[in-house]
């Protein structure tokens, strides 16, 4: 278990769970902040973690990052089913609620800041003494809810008004509105740029009230898990570097696209991919 108090600054601070995700193969690690952090430190970013896990998940695949966990009875676990209706996801634990005023304070300018829960471990509204460049938000765990059995379900976002108006960039996918047409439109007047995942379809970015679509190329899929996350991360990067959000997405989407071809944090980018995945092609 890692655990530090930093003094270095860094370059994207990604903080919500880890997660112990349940596969048919063994638990592996997983959550918004293995995948965003591993793919922020392929882009060439000084990386740091702000996490809660117990004794029973490693962080050993997140060697090299920088990682402040608070301790927890239990790490927040998550288990996927398959029916014939599709996918049915359960939160079997919850690690301990992750409070941002003890983020360190070299980390508080960090330029990139992505707040990323899956359980509702993190306040959606940032205390005085953060100043980053670019806030961004992966707001799935604010918006799932879970029943007595752990059988987890779409739910209305609390927060939602303060933190999306305070958001640079906030990126959901379809499932995490249940479909909501209208719920996207209300979130993307509320924010400044709203981006919608929609898996081999591609991505939707909501901006100062146009609406673009960018479609993934097709591959062969073989876990899709952790490829929103790594958009997230790669759109954030590309959008504080070129602040050109319609880049920012062409860019992530390639990346994304590419990721689903690799199993679990197999996934995270190559340095060939991310160097095509710059390239812009002029008609």
Not at 18 to 40: E, F, S
Request: charged content about 20%; hydrophobic content about 45%; glycine content about 8%.
């Amino acid at each position: 278990m890692h655990s530090l108090v930093p003094r270095e600054t860094v370059d994207y601070l990604v903080i919500g769970h880890a997660a112990r995700d349940l596969t048919p193969h063994g638990a592996r690690l997983g959550g918004t902040v293995a995948y965003a952090a591993l793919t922020a430190r392929a882009l060439g970013l000084r990386v740091g973690i702000v996490t809660a896990a117990g004794a029973d998940l490693s962080l050993e695949p997140l060697n090299g990052i920088s990682i402040l966990t608070l301790p927890s009875q239990t790490s927040t676990t998550y288990e996927n089913l398959y029916t014939a209706d599709g996918r049915v996801q359960y939160l079997r634990a919850r690690a301990d609620r992750i409070p941002l005023d003890l983020v360190p304070a070299a980390w508080r300018s960090a330029p990139i800041l992505h707040l990323a829960p899956i359980a509702n471990e993190v306040d959606a509204i940032l205390p005085e003494g953060f100043s980053p460049s670019l806030f961004g938000l992966t707001p799935q765990g604010w918006m799932r809810q879970w029943d007595s059995s752990g059988r987890v379900s779409p739910c209305a976002w609390t927060d939602a008004e303060p933190a999306l108006a305070r958001a640079d960039a906030v990126v959901i996918s379809r499932e995490d509105v249940n479909g909501d047409d209208l719920l996207i439109e209300h979130m993307a007047e509320q924010t400044k740029i709203l981006v919608v995942t929609e898996g081999a379809a591609g991505a939707v970015l909501h901006w100062h009230g146009d609406r673009r679509r960018f479609r993934a190329p097709s591959v062969r899929e073989v876990d899709a898990t952790g490829a929103g996350d790594i958009f997230a991360a790669a759109f954030f990067f590309r959008y504080l570097t070129t602040r050109d959000p319609w880049e920012a997405a062409r860019f992530a989407t390639l990346l994304a696209s590419h990721s689903v071809e690799r199993e679990g944090l197999n996934s995270i980018p190559t340095p060939q991919e991310i160097e095509q995945s710059m390239m812009v092609v002029i008609p």
